[in-house]
C-alpha cells in the first residue's frame, strides 16, 4: 500500500505534476463554465499570480510586525470605502471571502445591539427568500433567529412583507445589491427607510456588486443607489474574489461607523500566551489574496473594470432577450447585472440542463424554494460574455423535442426523506452509487437526482448534502 504521508520525499518535479494532473477534471475558465469563475483572462490571471505568490509569506495575524499587511489591506479597502460612497468615519474590513464578511457583519450587528439596545434578549435579522445562504449559516453560528420574508414577482424583497415581520427583537435587516440566483437588486432606500424608522441596522449584500454595479453606473446604466450613499445602510460585503477578479480568499466588510467595527473585533487576554486581536474570524492568516486584489485594482483602475462590466452587460442583455424571445423558456425576472435565472414552460428544466452539459457548458440547475421555481442559474463573467451567442445558439438546439417535466416516483421521494432524517440505517454511499454518483462527481447526466432533490423537503436536502460531502472526504 502506498504511504499517504511517505516516508521518503519525492522529487520536486514529480509533487508538482502530480498537482497538475489532479486538476485535470476541475471546471475550465475557458468561456464556457456559466457558475463558479470569474475569469477576466490569461494576463490578469499572471498579474494575479505574481502578487499572490510575492505576499505569499506575510501574515496577516500580526501587522505590528508585519507593516506590508497593514499597508495591502488599507490598499484595498480605501479602494472599496471609495466605491461605496462612504461617508467621513466609514470603516472597513478584509476578510477571506463573502461568507466571512457577512459573518462579521452579522456578529457586528448582535454586539453592538447588544451594547445598545440591552432590551433585546433574542436577537432576529430580517432576510428576504433570496437572501444567500451565508447569512443563515451566520445566524447559526451566531446565535441570530434568521426570520424570512416574501419577495415580489420580480424577486425583490417585499419591504411591507418585511414590516410585517418586524418585531422589537429584530436588530438587523439584509438587502441584496443583486442576489446571487436571480441578479436583482432589493429596495435598498425603502428598506432602509424601514430600518431607521425601527432602529435596527443594516446589511447590503453587494458582495457580487459591489464591483459591478458602481462600473455599471460610471457606464450610464440606470440603478438605483445601493450603498451608503443611502442614509440607513450600516454595513456592506463586496468580494474581490469575485468581480473584482481576484483569486479566492478576499472579500472586504465596510461599516459606517468605528463603533460597528469594533463591536466585530475580537479580543482575548485570557490565557498565558500572546494577547489577541483579531479583525477576522482567522488568527493567522495569509495576505496573498488581498495582495493580488491590490494588484488589480491598481492595474486595472476604473476604467479597466468599466470596460469589462459594459461587455458583461450586454452579454447578459442579450441572452436576457434570447430567453425572453424563446416561447418554452421563461425569464424569472429581468436582472439589474450579469447573473440571471430562467427556467422552461413545460420541458425538463433539470434535462435542459444535461443537454447543455453535453453540449460542453457548465451551467447552475438550481432547486425550487419559495416562490422560486426550479431553474437554471448563469453567472456571467469576462470569459463566457465572449461566447454568449454560442451558449445562446445551444440553448436554442436543446430545447428541440425537450420532454416534459416528470415528478419523481413519490416512494423515492419518501425513501430519501427516511435517508435523509439520518436514522434510517440505509447506506447513503450504496445510494449514492446506484444514483451514478462516483469519486465525488455526479454523472454526466444528473437530471434524475436533480429531479429527486428538488422534490424533497429542504430540510432533508441539507441533510442529504451533509451525507454526500461526508462520502467526499477521508
Ligand atoms: C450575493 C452573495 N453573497 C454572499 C456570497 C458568499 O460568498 P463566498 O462564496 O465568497 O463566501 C455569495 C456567493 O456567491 C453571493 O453571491
Not at 507593516?67 to 480605501?78: D, F, L, M, Q
Not at 445562504?133 to 419591504?159: I, M, N, P, S, T
Amino acid at each position: 500500500m502506498t504511504q499517504a504521508f511517505p516516508d521518503k520525499g519525492r522529487g520536486r518535479a514529480e509533487v508538482l505534476a502530480e498537482l497538475t494532473e489532479s486538476k485535470q477534471q476541475d471546471l475550465k475558465s475557458d468561456g464556457r463554465a456559466f457558475a463558479f469563475v470569474y475569469d477576466a483572462g490569461d494576463e490578469l490571471r499572471d498579474l494575479a499570480r505574481e502578487a499572490f505568490a510575492s505576499c505569499m509569506t506575510i501574515n496577516g495575524l500580526d501587522p505590528t510586525v508585519y507593516p506590508s499587511a497593514r499597508k495591502i489591506e488599507n490598499g484595498v479597502t480605501k479602494a472599496c470605502l471609495e466605491l461605496m460612497h462612504a461617508p467621513e468615519g466609514a470603516v472597513a474590513t478584509a476578510t477571506a471571502g463573502g461568507t466571512e464578511s457577512v459573518m462579521l457583519a452579522v456578529k457586528a450587528a448582535r454586539d453592538y445591539s447588544r451594547r445598545n439596545r440591552p432590551e433585546v434578549t433574542r436577537p432576529v435579522m430580517l432576510l428576504p427568500e433570496t437572501a444567500h445562504a451565508c447569512f443563515h449559516k451566520a445566524a447559526h453560528y451566531l446565535g441570530v433567529e434568521a426570520r424570512l420574508f416574501k419577495v415580489d414577482d420580480h424577486f425583490r424583497a417585499d419591504v411591507e412583507d418585511a414590516r410585517s415581520k418586524l418585531t422589537k427583537d429584530v436588530i438587523l435587516i439584509v438587502g441584496s445589491a443583486p442576489s446571487y440566483a436571480h441578479g436583482v437588486v432589493d429596495p435598498i432606500s425603502e428598506l432602509a427607510a424601514l430600518t431607521k424608522e425601527h432602529g435596527a441596522l443594516m446589511h447590503v449584500d453587494a458582495c457580487v456588486g459591489g464591483c459591478l454595479l458602481p462600473f455599471m453606473k460610471e457606464n450610464g446604466v440606470a440603478l438605483p443607489a445601493f450603498d451608503f450613499e443611502v442614509p440607513g445602510v450600516t454595513s456592506i460585503s463586496m468580494d474581490l474574489h469575485k468581480y473584482g477578479f481576484a483569486p479566492k480568499g478576499i472579500s472586504v466588510v465596510l461599516q459606517r461607523t468605528r463603533a460597528l467595527r469594533d463591536a466585530q473585533y475580537y479580543a482575548c487576554a485570557t490565557w498565558t500566551g500572546y494577547s489577541i486581536v483579531n479583525s477576522t474570524t482567522l488568527g493567522s492568516k495569509s495576505v496573498a489574496a488581498m495582495g493580488a486584489a491590490y494588484a488589480l485594482l491598481q492595474h486595472l483602475g476604473r476604467a479597466g473594470y468599466r470596460e469589462r462590466v459594459a461587455a458583461m452587460w450586454a452579454a447578459t442583455l442579450e441572452l436576457a432577450e434570447h430567453i425572453e424571445r424563446e416561447p418554452e423558456l421563461r425569464l424569472l425576472a429581468r436582472p439589474d447585472a450579469n447573473l440571471l435565472a430562467f427556467t422552461t414552460k413545460e420541458g425538463d428544466v433539470f434535462e435542459l440542463a444535461d443537454r447543455l452539459t453535453e453540449r460542453g457548458w457548465h451551467v447552475q440547475p438550481t432547486y425550487a424554494f419559495g416562490s422560486s421555481p426550479a431553474h437554471i442559474h448563469l453567472t456571467l463573467d469576462p470569459g463566457n460574455a465572449a461566447h454568449a451567442s454560442a451558449f445562446a445558439a445551444d440553448l436554442s438546439a436543446s430545447l428541440v423535442d425537450l420532454p416534459k417535466t416528470t415528478p419523481p416516483n413519490p416512494q423515492v421521494v419518501a425513501m430519501l426523506e427516511v435517508l435523509g432524517n439520518g436514522e434510517s440505517g440505509l447506506d447513503a454511499g450504496v445510494l449514492m452509487s446506484e444514483l451514478g454518483i462516483a469519486d465525488g462527481q455526479l454523472p454526466g447526466r444528473a437530471a434524475t437526482i436533480h429531479r429527486l432533490l428538488n422534490a424533497a423537503p429542504p430540510a432533508t436536502r441539507e441533510q442529504l448534502l451533509i451525507t454526500f460531502i461526508g462520502e467526499l472526504f477521508s
